[in-house]
């Protein structure tokens, strides 16, 4: 029966489930996959959701349905490790979830009005989150902030939940007049130690603007590599017909090719 279920084209979660269960067989299974642990498929995880992000981004949807399903067995993993050392299983996993969703939106699945306003729904689930941080013994405002997060995602998340008890800066200028003190101390570091410490703290300011314009600073700066990708590219390009490359050039000559592609793309 297990035979035929795993090579059933039509035999959706249950079928993966299966193909999970017996990757990690001690006796039968893959040994790559019994050789790992929560730490070691842990970094995959993460990567698998990038690549779902970056299939989003492109609007590569003919991809999306293939990286969606590689971060679906990143969740079916963790849970078959889960289910071997007796701690929960991938149902487990789901009812969680439902359960969390169902509370969460009492204006959806319980008896409360839909009519109000997304900000107001927005204030609604942090005070329930807070109430679940609270059931759950984490007293402290940054308790759940997840360390595993990107570093710019968690400084945005921490200066958040600073914010909700007043620790924040009113306006924007303050935020700007603080990089500004903080690029100033950068640039009087006395030794690598304390420049690395300063850049830090420039940065995490620098994430603190962009949650104030209402930024998501991943975003922006992957949209930032994404035009120094493309202008660079241009550089190449207009180099090759030439028959040269990048490293037969200078840089007087690639600055003007880079202001030649940005004049480009304004045009347009």
């Given at each position: 029966?297990?035979?035929?279920?795993?090579?059933?084209?039509?035999?959706?979660?249950?079928?993966?489930?299966?193909?999970?269960?017996?990757?990690?067989?001690?006796?039968?299974?893959?040994?790559?996959?019994?050789?790992?642990?929560?730490?070691?498929?842990?970094?995959?995880?993460?990567?698998?959701?990038?690549?779902?992000?970056?299939?989003?981004?492109?609007?590569?949807?003919?991809?999306?349905?293939?990286?969606?399903?590689?971060?679906?067995?990143?969740?079916?993993?963790?849970?078959?490790?889960?289910?071997?050392?007796?701690?929960?299983n991938f149902n487990d996993v789901a009812d969680t979830m439902s359960d969390k969703m169902v509370a969460r939106h009492p204006h959806v699945f319980g008896s409360e009005s839909r009519d109000k306003s997304a900000e107001q729904q927005t204030r609604d689930w942090e005070a329930i989150k807070a109430l679940e941080r609270k059931e759950k013994k984490r007293s402290g405002v940054l308790d759940d902030v997840a360390l595993g997060l990107p570093a710019?995602?968690?400084?945005?998340?921490?200066?958040?939940?600073?914010?909700?008890?007043?620790?924040?800066?009113?306006?924007?200028?303050?935020?700007?007049?603080?990089?500004?003190?903080?690029?100033?101390?950068?640039?009087?570091?006395?030794?690598?130690?304390?420049?690395?410490?300063?850049?830090?703290?420039?940065?995490?300011?620098?994430?603190?603007?962009?949650?104030?314009?209402?930024?998501?600073?991943?975003?922006?700066?992957?949209?930032?590599?994404?035009?120094?990708?493309?202008?660079?590219?241009?550089?190449?390009?207009?180099?090759?017909?030439?028959?040269?490359?990048?490293?037969?050039?200078?840089?007087?000559?690639?600055?003007?090719?880079?202001?030649?592609?940005?004049?480009?793309?304004?045009?347009?």
């Amino acid at each position: 029966m297990t035979d035929e279920l795993v090579h059933d084209p039509k035999g959706g979660m249950p079928r993966l489930l299966e193909i999970m269960r017996r990757l990690r067989d001690p006796q039968t299974g893959c040994p790559w996959d019994l050789e790992q642990d929560f730490a070691t498929i842990a970094p995959y995880t993460i990567e698998e959701a990038y690549e779902v992000a970056d299939a989003i981004e492109r609007e590569a949807w003919a991809e999306l349905k293939g990286e969606l399903g590689d971060l679906l067995f990143q969740s079916v993993f963790h849970a078959q490790m889960a289910e071997e050392k007796g701690f929960f299983n991938f149902n487990d996993v789901a009812d969680t979830m439902s359960d969390k969703m169902v509370a969460r939106h009492p204006h959806v699945f319980g008896s409360e009005s839909r009519d109000k306003s997304a900000e107001q729904q927005t204030r609604d689930w942090e005070a329930i989150k807070a109430l679940e941080r609270k059931e759950k013994k984490r007293s402290g405002v940054l308790d759940d902030v997840a360390l595993g997060l990107p570093a710019l995602m968690r400084a945005v998340k921490l200066q958040k939940r600073a914010a909700r008890v007043g620790f924040d800066w009113p306006s924007t200028d303050q935020v700007i007049d603080k990089i500004v003190e903080e690029a100033q101390e950068l640039r009087e570091a006395k030794n690598p130690a304390h420049a690395f410490e300063e850049f830090g703290d420039l940065l995490f300011v620098m994430a603190n603007l962009a949650r104030h314009m209402q930024i998501d600073p991943e975003e922006a700066l992957r949209a930032a590599n994404a035009k120094f990708t493309r202008r660079f590219r241009y550089i190449e390009a207009e180099l090759a017909t030439q028959g040269r490359t990048p490293d037969d050039s200078d840089l007087a000559e690639m600055d003007a090719l880079w202001d030649k592609a940005k004049a480009q793309e304004k045009a347009h």
